[in-house]
């Protein structure tokens, strides 16, 4: 079964730092690009990060630029959001999920992760 | 940025009827739309790609058309199970990709 499987999330002040891992599971994440989204409780799908199969292109939303970054290891098969300087408004939960089809980017996502819960409080 | 627009915010529909939901773009994006059902608790699901091709494992119950900037998803047959918000994907400008804000099916 094709999967993502999330981990990292939790409880962090703010102007912390947090780094969230997206494994991949009955395939080779190397083929695929992948895209981060996020859902602040309560509201609407928000679109965060892209990288590329290579991991050799990378976009963000101008709320996370500079602060954001994706990376990722095709070795570990893993893809990862590192957070930074957190603010109250990047509290959500967070979802990895696939570009579709091999070696492209734009395109619709699936699948996705479980998602994983940020939260930035005092 | 292209602004996606749904609508209505809420519906509420008996089972066994059609339920007809809107998406708008701020500017054309052809037909790179796509739509997903999230349920409490859980991720969102694809429904639609490509405005009206039905992933696998969907419900010929779920179908999907438009071009341009009009978008519809509609489901006949409704169930309890069908119970969701869904959200409209526009993936033809980007970055950023960009959602509507949802709508919340009630049954």
């Known amino acids: 079964e094709v999967q993502l499987l999330q981990s990292g999330g939790g409880l962090v002040q703010p102007g912390g730092s947090l780094r969230l891992s997206c494994a991949a599971s009955?395939?080779?994440?190397?083929?695929?690009?992948i895209n981060w989204v996020r859902q602040a409780p309560g509201k609407g799908l928000e679109w965060v990060s892209l990288i590329s199969a290579s991991g050799g292109t990378s976009y963000y939303a101008d709320a996370v630029k500079g602060r954001f970054a994706v990376s990722r290891d095709n070795v570990k098969n893993t893809v990862y959001l590192e957070m930074n300087n957190l603010r109250a408004e990047d509290a959500a939960i967070y979802y990895c999920?696939?570009?579709?089809?091999?070696?492209?980017?734009?395109?619709?996502?699936?699948?996705w992760g479980q998602g994983t819960l940020v939260t930035v409080s005092s | 940025e292209i602004v996606m627009t749904q609508s209505p915010a809420t519906l509420s529909v008996s089972p066994g009827e059609r339920a007809t939901l809107s998406c708008r773009a701020s500017?054309?994006?052809?037909?790179?739309v796509a739509w997903y059902q999230q349920k409490p608790g859980q991720a969102p699901r694809l429904l639609i790609y490509r405005a009206s091709t039905r992933a696998t494992g969907i419900p010929a119950r779920f179908s999907g058309s438009g071009s341009g900037t009009e978008f519809t998803l509609t489901i006949t047959g409704l169930q309890s199970e069908d119970s969701a918000v869904f959200f409209c994907l526009q993936y033809h400008s980007w970055p950023p990709f960009t959602f509507g804000q949802g709508t919340k099916l009630e049954i």
């Open positions: 999920a696939r570009d579709p089809r091999v070696s492209t980017i734009g395109n619709w996502f699936d699948p």
């Open positions: 500017q054309s994006v052809n037909i790179n």
């Open positions: 009955g395939f080779t994440l190397s083929d695929y690009a």
